[in-house]
């Protein structure tokens, strides 16, 4: 089924641009079945064949299916696991590792090329601890993201903490370290540098001026070393350091060094709800080398990136009102190495729809692919979801697949043989503050908990 990629839709107006494109064809490789209830695609990862793994969850968030589809986009094999998965990446030259929770424990999926699973393990304590990303760390090893709330101090917080555990390729915990804040925390992300560390990001209140600033929220980031040990933490506010709010929602590995940072921004806007898409590349010194805030006419968020050979494609969604109601359209913003905007344009989508991209990444050597979701409200007020994958086959030619991070980071890595160090721990506290609260759920203090792992 072919689509279209227009500048100027129903109710959308062009974004401001260097160079802009009238028409980008796209063509639906994948799409969820209604009978199979409201479903969503929440990941997609490139595999050695030029195929893709897609991770599509399920109405109630119980389940998640592994799909895997060919190069000519074909569902090949579909395995399914208990719980919501959120982030998938290759971990090894024939492995994929998938983060997300099931109940109230982080969990780790192990993935094989052929898109099979080969375990899934439970992490945590005796509360409340969510998995938000998967990255690849040394030897075949993977880094597990998580907000925890089980592994704190006493405190007068309502609070969460960034939880990062290194997972061997059987499941078991080589070390794990717990990162506090004196404010609240959420949505860990995080990427892999060339010599296996690690940078976490997280989302957190900031300050201005050394004053708390009500309801404005900043990206507070980590680099740890492979054996967990810290090598710098640092904090990024917006723009010129404008009043508002940050919110990082993919990570990336940047061309030159470090890492790029994808979300939103509303910095300087006068309504605090009018975010716009946001960029940033911080060094692997944690400095920030840039950052770029995208004003388009319309609300807009990034929520996935992936490198193109001279710079980044952004993915996320536009927000507009239609007819009293808010709806939303799937936006791709192309930029260069540093950060300058190329193009920008918007999906049509039918009226009065919320839809949004939830991941962009390669099929073959130069066919972008985007993963998202669509929602829309029947007659009789019911909202149903349905999710999709579709190629983007009209970009400006010359955009072409820069090497993932497993391509570009991993062997040199390897090769090198940076990483070997392992150092085994039992969630090490280490202070970055103090103690957090996610936006997602409510945690409340809890006092020193047991790690614990499930088979």
Same mark, same amino acid.
């Given at each position: 089924?072919?689509?279209?990629?227009?500048?100027?839709?129903?109710?959308?107006?062009?974004?401001?641009?260097?160079?802009?494109?009238?028409?980008?064809?796209?063509?639906?490789?994948?799409?969820?079945?209604?009978?199979?209830?409201?479903?969503?695609?929440?990941?997609?990862?490139?595999?050695?064949?030029?195929?893709?793994?897609?991770?599509?969850?399920?109405?109630?968030?119980?389940?998640?299916?592994?799909?895997?589809?060919?190069?000519?986009?074909?569902?090949?094999?579909?395995?399914?696991?208990?719980?919501?998965?959120?982030?998938?990446?290759?971990?090894?030259?024939?492995?994929?590792?998938?983060?997300?929770? /099931?109940?109230?424990?982080?969990?780790?999926?192990?993935?094989?090329?052929?898109?099979?699973?080969?375990?899934?393990?439970?992490?945590?304590?005796?509360?409340?601890?969510?998995?938000?990303?998967?990255?690849?760390?040394?030897?075949?090893?993977?880094?597990?993201?998580?907000?925890?709330?089980?592994? +704190?101090?006493?405190?007068?917080?309502?609070?969460?903490?960034?939880?990062?555990?290194?997972?061997?390729?059987?499941?078991?915990?080589?070390?794990?370290?717990?990162?506090?804040? &004196?404010?609240?925390?959420?949505?860990?992300?995080? &990427?892999?540098?060339?010599?296996?560390?690690?940078?976490?990001?997280? +989302?957190?209140?900031?300050?201005?001026?050394?004053?708390?600033?009500?309801?404005?929220?900043?990206?507070?980031?980590?680099?740890?070393?492979?054996?967990?040990?810290?090598?710098?933490?640092?904090?990024?506010?917006?723009?010129?350091?404008?009043?508002?709010?940050? /919110?990082?929602?993919?990570?990336?590995?940047?061309?030159?060094?470090?890492?790029?940072?994808?979300?939103?921004?509303?910095?300087?806007?006068?309504?605090?709800?009018?975010?716009?898409?946001?960029?940033?590349?911080?060094?692997?010194?944690?400095?920030?080398?840039?950052?770029?805030?995208?004003?388009?006419?319309?609300?807009?968020?990034?929520?996935?990136?992936?490198?193109?050979?001279?710079?980044?494609?952004?993915?996320?969604?536009?927000?507009? +009102?239609?007819?009293?109601?808010?709806?939303?359209?799937?936006?791709?913003?192309?930029?260069?190495?540093?950060?300058? &905007?190329?193009?920008?344009?918007?999906?049509?989508?039918?009226?009065?729809?919320?839809?949004?991209?939830?991941?962009?990444?390669?099929?073959?050597?130069?066919?972008?692919?985007?993963?998202?979701?669509?929602?829309?409200?029947?007659?009789?007020? &019911?909202?149903?979801?349905?999710?999709?994958?579709?190629?983007?086959?009209?970009? +400006?030619?010359?955009?072409?697949?820069?090497?993932?991070?497993?391509?570009?980071?991993?062997?040199?890595?390897?090769?090198?043989?940076?990483?070997?160090?392992?150092?085994?721990?039992?969630?090490?506290?280490?202070?970055?503050?103090?103690?957090?609260?996610?936006?997602?759920?409510?945690?409340?203090?809890?006092?020193?908990?047991?790690?614990?792992?499930?088979?």
């Amino acid at each position: 089924m072919l689509l279209c990629v227009c500048l100027l839709t129903a109710g959308f107006s062009p974004a401001a641009a260097q160079e802009t494109v009238d028409e980008v064809a796209v063509s639906t490789l994948y799409e969820t079945d209604s009978i199979d209830g409201n479903q969503q695609v929440r990941d997609i990862v490139r595999t050695d064949g030029g195929g893709l793994i897609a991770l599509v969850v399920t109405e109630d968030g119980r389940e998640t299916l592994i799909r895997k589809l060919d190069s000519s986009g074909d569902v090949v094999g579909t395995e399914s696991v208990d719980g919501r998965l959120e982030s998938i990446t290759r971990v090894d030259t024939d492995a994929y590792a998938a983060a997300g929770a /099931r109940g109230e424990v982080a969990i780790l999926t192990r993935i094989n090329e052929e898109g099979g699973i080969d375990w899934t393990e439970r992490y945590g304590g005796e509360e409340r601890d969510v998995g938000f990303d998967a990255v690849s760390a040394p030897h075949g090893d993977t880094y597990l993201l998580a907000s925890s709330q089980s592994f +704190q101090n006493d405190t007068t917080y309502n609070s969460s903490d960034l939880w990062v555990v290194r997972v061997d390729d059987e499941g078991e915990v080589r070390w794990d370290r717990l990162i506090a804040h &004196e404010e609240w925390t959420a949505f860990p992300q995080g &990427e892999r540098l060339a010599d296996g560390s690690l940078v976490a990001t997280i +989302q957190t209140n900031r300050s201005v001026s050394g004053d708390e600033a009500d309801g404005q929220t900043g990206v507070s980031a980590v680099r740890l070393a492979p054996d967990g040990d810290i090598e710098w933490r640092t904090r990024s506010s917006g723009v010129d350091d404008s009043p508002g709010s940050q /919110r990082v929602l993919d990570v990336v590995p940047a061309h030159d060094d470090g890492v790029l940072l994808a979300g939103g921004s509303n910095s300087s806007a006068s309504d605090d709800d009018e975010f716009n898409m946001w960029a940033a590349r911080l060094a692997a010194d944690g400095e920030v080398a840039w950052q770029r805030q995208y004003d388009d006419v319309f609300k807009a968020a990034g929520t996935s990136a992936v490198r193109t050979d001279d710079g980044y494609m952004l993915a996320g969604a536009a927000f507009d +009102q239609q007819r009293g109601q808010e709806v939303s359209a799937t936006q791709i913003k192309q930029i260069d190495r540093d950060g300058d &905007e190329q193009y920008s344009a918007v999906m049509e989508r039918s009226e009065r729809t919320r839809e949004r991209a939830n991941a962009v990444n390669w099929l073959g050597e130069d066919q972008l692919v985007v993963g998202g979701t669509t929602a829309r409200q029947n007659e009789g007020g &019911e909202i149903s979801a349905e999710g999709w994958i579709r190629e983007v086959t009209g970009i +400006q030619a010359g955009i072409e697949r820069s090497p993932s991070t497993w391509e570009s980071q991993h062997s040199e890595a390897e090769e090198a043989g940076e990483g070997f160090t392992i150092e085994e721990s039992s969630a090490d506290l280490m202070l970055l503050g103090a103690t957090a609260v996610s936006v997602l759920l409510l945690f409340v203090p809890y006092g020193w908990r047991r790690l614990r792992r499930w088979r």
